[in-house]
């Protein structure tokens, strides 16, 4: 089963922006799929956020703020997950997620401190 | 409102089974497929297994394959995950999550497996 690499960590400021990425092994296509983004804070269950395919195909879960936002780098075959106007409740763990065919994967998440 | 709890976890010796249940309600739970994902203490989420709606395909990680065994009882609205041949690398909070709607936006509040002699 193919591994989704995300940073183990990252930082920034309140009211700062934080990209996160999500990189696909170089046999699966970023392009080719839906590119799920979860939260997780500790003590609780994942919440979904968003998916994204392409700027006219992409879904924000119910309650997400818009701040949250989805995005692909074809060229890094790369998910990415833009966090504006960063808030101290932003801090959490984020995770990515790709369906390829008969099993899920998930990224190994991303620890994101709000300074 | 729609919801999942799991139930079952608990401490079990290595080379034990288990068998978790997550009852769903708030859905038609027969119209979708479920998943198993799990999360070791202090690590990442870990996709275990998928049920199609109706249990005609499933669905393993290969850390689990030939060991575990998902199904469902949807008269009761139940799904299950039967686990043998505990290792220690099994302890983990356990998930069930629906599927589409979209993929894993509906979580359980999770179950604690503790395989440990």
């Known amino acids: 089963q193919p591994v989704l690499t995300q940073p183990p960590s990252s930082s920034a400021s309140p009211g700062e922006s934080a990209r996160l990425t999500c990189t696909l092994p170089s046999d699966i296509n970023v392009g080719s799929y839906n590119i799920y983004w979860y939260q997780q804070k500790p003590g609780s269950p994942p919440r979904y956020l968003l998916y994204y395919y392409s700027d006219s195909d992409k879904g924000q879960g119910s309650g997400v703020p818009s701040r949250f936002s989805g995005s692909k780098d074809a060229s890094a075959n790369t998910g990415i997950l833009l966090i504006s106007g960063l808030q101290s409740e932003d801090e959490a763990d984020y995770y990515c997620m790709i369906w390829p065919s008969n099993a899920v994967v998930f990224g190994g998440g991303t620890k994101l401190t709000v300074l | 409102q729609v919801q999942l709890v799991e139930s079952g976890g608990g401490v079990v010796q290595p080379g034990g089974s288990l068998r978790l249940s997550c009852a769903a309600s708030g859905f038609t739970f027969s119209s979708y497929g479920m998943h198993w994902v799990r999360q070791a203490p202090g690590k990442g989420l870990e996709w275990v297994a998928f049920?199609?709606?109706?249990?005609?395909?499933?669905y393993y990680a290969d850390s689990v394959k030939g060991r575990f065994t998902i199904s469902r009882d949807n008269s009761k609205n139940t799904l299950y995950l039967q686990m043998n041949s505990l290792r220690a690398e099994d302890t983990a909070v356990y998930y069930c999550?629906?599927?589409?709607?979209?993929?894993?936006?509906?979580w359980g509040q999770g179950t604690m497996v503790t395989v440990s002699s």
């Open positions: 049920i199609r709606y109706d249990g005609s395909n499933k």
């Open positions: 999550a629906k599927d589409l709607g979209p993929p894993f936006a509906i």
